[in-house]
T-cell receptor, first 114, second 112 residues
Framework: NAGVTQTPKFQVLKTGQSMTLQCAQD?????MYWYRQDPGMGLRLIYY???????DKGEVPNGYNVSRLNKREFSLRLESAAPSQTSVYFC?????????????FGSGTQLSVL | QKEVEQNSGPLSVPEGAIASLNCTYS??????FFWYRQYSGKSPELIMS????GDKEDGRFTAQLNKASQYVSLLIRDSQPSDSATYLC????????????FGTGTRLKVLA
């Protein structure tokens, strides 16, 4: 069972470069999320997609764009990377119900911007 | 002010003791509340979810929710060194938004 798969696991960029983080889930979940995690900051929501065809801003959307390509895939794009975007990025998915909610996380992407 | 607040710790407790972790949230309309555990270098994993006022027990873990005080806590009984991790409180904001907001996490150290 693959669950949530993120690629790449590690990436080093120079300031100004662009890249796309890929995320795919095989659990037929409607909702998908991108978080970043910095030391002492917990998980901060960048963007989320409640269902295929919709995306919404989270807590820290500036400098990022997302695409919900289909129900399985949700990508995060950095158009012009900045050192402040050095972080660990987690993709997650969930199936919403009234009393049984759970986020399933990918293994994370360690991104360094020099 | 962050929407979900936690003391960052570290919280140190001796093996066998009760560890008490606390979380407050700002959105009175919040519906669902969660505790995730994250080991260093790993992804978060769900420990407990709670949806109504009161206590919910699962093995050594008890989640407590008080919506009037906008407060949720996690008690870990008979703490073990393997419980040493960062504990993240998460809240879904007002009903139907599917938006999970996390606190900064509390680092727990269980001393053998």
């Amino acid at each position: 069972n693959a669950g949530v798969t993120q690629t790449p696991k590690f990436q080093v960029l120079k300031t100004g470069q662009s890249m796309t983080l890929q995320c795919a889930q095989d659990m037929n979940h409607n909702s998908m999320y991108w978080y970043r995690q910095d030391p002492g900051m917990g998980l901060r929501l960048i963007y989320y997609s409640a269902s295929e065809g919709t995306t919404d801003k989270g807590e820290v959307p500036n400098g990022y764009n997302v695409s919900r390509l289909n129900k399985r895939e949700f990508s995060l794009r950095l158009e012009s990377a900045a050192p402040s975007q050095t972080s660990v990025y987690f993709c997650a998915s969930s199936e919403y119900s009234a009393t049984n909610e759970k986020l399933f996380f990918g293994s994370g992407t360690q991104l360094s911007v020099l | 002010q962050k929407e979900v607040e936690q003391n960052s710790g570290p919280l140190s407790v001796p093996e066998g003791a009760i560890a008490s972790l606390n979380c407050t949230y700002s959105d009175r309309g919040s519906q669902s509340f969660f505790w995730y555990r994250q080991y260093s270098g790993k992804s978060p994993e769900l420990i407990m979810s709670i949806y109504s006022n009161g206590d919910k027990e699962d093995g050594r873990f008890t989640a407590q929710l008080n919506k009037a005080s906008q407060y949720v806590s996690l008690l870990i009984r008979d703490s073990q060194p393997s419980d040493s991790a960062t504990y993240l409180c998460a809240v879904t904001m007002s009903s139907g938004t599917y938006k999970y907001i996390f606190g900064t996490g509390t680092r727990l150290k269980v001393l053998a």
